[in-house]
């Protein structure tokens, strides 16, 4: 899980500016992982 985590905040990181919204969710779900 440890991948998958880096790699969504890598993303959320990338796409901060235009999801910033979704990206703070899915970055706390990511956390919980």
């Known amino acids: 899980?440890?991948?998958?985590?880096?790699?969504?905040?890598n993303k959320l990181d990338f796409r901060s500016q235009d999801f910033s919204q979704t990206g703070?969710?899915?970055?706390?779900?990511?956390?919980e992982l």
Request: net charge positive.
């Open 24 to 31: 703070k969710a899915m970055y706390e779900l990511a956390c």
């Open 1 to 9: 899980m440890k991948k998958l985590k880096r790699d969504i905040v």
